[in-house]
C-alpha cells in the first residue's frame, strides 16, 4: 500500500499552485502553454476520479451487448467490426445508449466545458 | 539573418526599398513557416507576409497543394475580387529563401474567440455568414482553366481515406465506425459539377476586420471536387467555439450562408452540406487521433499536440448529436 497524500491530491495542489502563483507572472507564448499544462493536470484529476466507475459501467454495457467477456480494448474492438460489418446499428437495442454513455463520460474527462456536452447534461 | 535574406530579395522587385524590419515567425511546423515583417520604401513601410518551406524542404506531403499552387490561387482569387491578399513576390532560387512566396499583409482576427466575443467585432459577426456564402461562392466560380494543377478528390474517395488513416491507429472507436457506416450508406457520389474547393474554408483561415471578411488565407488544402465540400466543413461544430446554436462558425445560421452563396449566382444542396459537415465532424476527429500519433512517436512532442489527442470526443459528441440525436 503506498502512502498518502494521493495521485489525486498531489496533481491538484501542483495545478493550483500553477493556476494562483505561477500563471499571474508568465506572459507570452509561454502563458499560453502554461494554460495548455494546467488543463493537462484538470484533466488527470478528471480522470483519475471518474475512471474506474466509466470503465466497469462501459464493460458492463458491452458485455451485455455483445454476449462475450473480455478487456475494454478486446470489447470495443468487437463492438467497432459488428457496427462496421453491420451487425450492429441504431435500431439495436441499447447501442445507442451505450455509445451515448460512453462518449458523455469521455467528455466528463476531457472537456466538460465543452458546448454539445453541456447541452447533453440539460446544463445549458 | 533572415531580415538580411529579405532585404536583398525584396530590393530585387519592390522599387524604392531599402530594407525590411520586424520579422516574426508566427506559426507553422518543421516544413512549412509564416513570416510577418514590414517593408521599408521611400513612401513609408508596407506589412508583408512570408510564407515557405525553408531550404531542404521542397516536397508537399500528402495532400498539400504545393506553395506554388497555393500563391496562384491566391493571386487568382485577387484578381476576381474576392478578399484575398495580393502576391507581391514569388521565390526564386537565388533568392537563397527556399520555396514559398511573399504577399501582402492583411490585417485583422484570425483567433475565433476574439471573432465571436470582442466588441469590435459586433457589428460585423450579424453580416459573417451571408459573406462567407458569397466569398465561397465567388471561390467555386473561378475559372477551371486558368487553375494550377490540384488533386481531384469525391466523397467515395475522402470516406476511404478517412477509414484508412483511422484504422492506421490501431485503436477501436465505435463512433467513428457509426459515422463511417452512415457515410457509406449516405454517399451522394461525385458532384455533378466539379469546382475548386478551399479545402479549409473556416476559422484561423479567415481575416476579420470590424467591417467583415478581409481574407481567405491557407490555401494548403484547395483541390477540385464538390463545392457543397467548403460549405458542410464551415458549419462542422468544432468550429462554433462553444455558439453551438449558431453553425456557421459560431456567428450565423446555414440560411444565412446559403442566401449569400445563392446571392452570388449558385446553387445550394443542403443534402449534400450536412453530408460534408459529417464528414468534416469525423475528418477533424480523426486529424486530432493524428495529433495523438505525432506526439508519441515525434517528431512534434509537444503539449499541445498531446492535448488535441484528447480533443477527438467532441466529434464523437457531435457525431451522435448528429446521427443519433436524443429526443427532448
Known amino acids: 500500500m503506498q502512502d498518502e497524500p494521493t495521485p489525486e491530491e498531489l496533481v491538484k495542489v501542483v495545478a493550483d499552485f500553477l493556476r494562483n502563483e505561477i500563471a499571474p507572472a508568465i506572459k507570452g507564448h509561454n502563458a499560453f502553454k502554461l494554460r495548455v499544462g494546467i488543463n493537462a493536470l484538470d484533466l488527470v484529476s478528471r480522470q483519475l476520479a471518474l475512471e474506474q466507475g466509466g470503465d466497469a459501467s462501459e464493460a458492463a454495457r458491452l458485455k451485455r451487448l455483445l454476449g462475450v467477456d473480455g478487456s475494454l480494448l478486446e470489447l470495443n474492438r468487437a463492438l467497432s467490426e459488428k457496427i462496421a460489418s453491420g451487425e450492429l446499428d441504431l435500431q439495436t437495442p441499447g447501442l445507442a445508449e451505450h455509445l451515448w454513455q460512453t462518449t458523455m463520460d469521455k467528455l466528463a474527462v476531457d472537456q466538460p466545458n465543452y458546448g454539445s456536452y453541456k447541452r447533453e447534461l440539460g446544463t445549458k | ?328
Open chain 2, 1 to 328: 539573418m533572415i531580415e538580411e535574406q529579405l532585404g536583398r530579395c525584396v530590393a530585387s522587385w519592390y522599387k524604392g526599398a531599402s530594407g525590411v524590419t520586424g520579422a516574426a515567425r508566427l506559426s507553422g511546423g518543421a516544413s512549412q513557416e509564416t513570416w510577418t515583417f514590414d517593408i521599408i520604401h521611400a513612401g513609408g513601410v508596407t506589412g508583408a507576409i512570408l510564407r515557405r518551406a525553408p531550404p531542404g524542404y521542397g516536397a508537399s506531403p500528402g495532400r498539400a497543394c504545393g506553395l506554388d499552387a497555393e500563391a496562384v490561387l491566391m493571386q487568382l482569387a485577387h484578381d476576381a475580387g474576392l478578399p484575398s491578399p495580393r502576391v507581391l513576390h514569388v521565390l526564386q532560387p537565388e533568392d537563397g529563401l527556399g520555396a514559398g512566396f511573399i504577399m501582402q499583409r492583411i490585417e485583422g482576427e484570425t483567433i475565433a474567440r476574439k471573432i465571436l466575443r470582442d466588441e469590435q467585432f459586433a457589428k460585423a459577426r450579424p453580416m459573417l455568414a451571408r459573406q462567407l456564402g458569397q466569398v465561397a461562392a465567388g471561390i467555386h466560380s473561378l475559372p477551371a482553366l486558368r487553375l494550377p494543377k490540384l488533386r481531384e478528390m469525391n466523397s467515395t474517395k475522402e470516406i476511404a481515406d478517412l477509414e484508412r488513416e483511422y484504422h492506421g491507429f490501431g485503436r477501436p472507436r465505435p463512433v467513428f465506425e457509426l459515422a463511417l457506416r452512415w457515410l457509406r450508406a449516405h454517399d451522394p457520389g461525385p458532384s455533378r459539377e466539379l469546382t475548386l474547393v478551399h479545402g479549409d474554408f473556416r476559422h484561423g483561415n479567415l481575416v476579420i476586420g470590424p467591417d467583415g471578411v478581409r481574407a481567405v488565407l491557407d490555401w494548403e488544402l484547395a483541390h477540385f471536387g464538390d463545392p457543397m465540400e467548403d460549405l458542410g466543413w464551415l458549419c462542422v461544430n468544432s468550429w462554433r467555439f462553444g455558439e453551438i446554436d449558431k453553425p456557421v462558425g459560431g456567428f450565423g445560421s446555414r440560411e444565412e450562408l446559403f442566401a449569400g452563396y445563392e446571392q452570388a449566382g449558385r446553387k445550394v444542396d443542403p443534402d449534400r452540406v450536412k453530408f460534408w459537415e459529417v464528414m468534416g465532424t469525423l475528418r477533424w476527429g480523426v486529424m486530432c487521433c493524428g495529433m495523438m500519433q505525432r506526439f508519441r512517436q515525434g517528431p512534434d512532442h509537444s503539449l499541445e499536440r498531446a492535448m488535441i489527442g484528447r480533443r477527438s470526443s467532441e466529434t464523437e459528441i457531435d457525431l451522435l448529436r448528429l446521427l443519433a440525436p436524443r429526443e427532448k
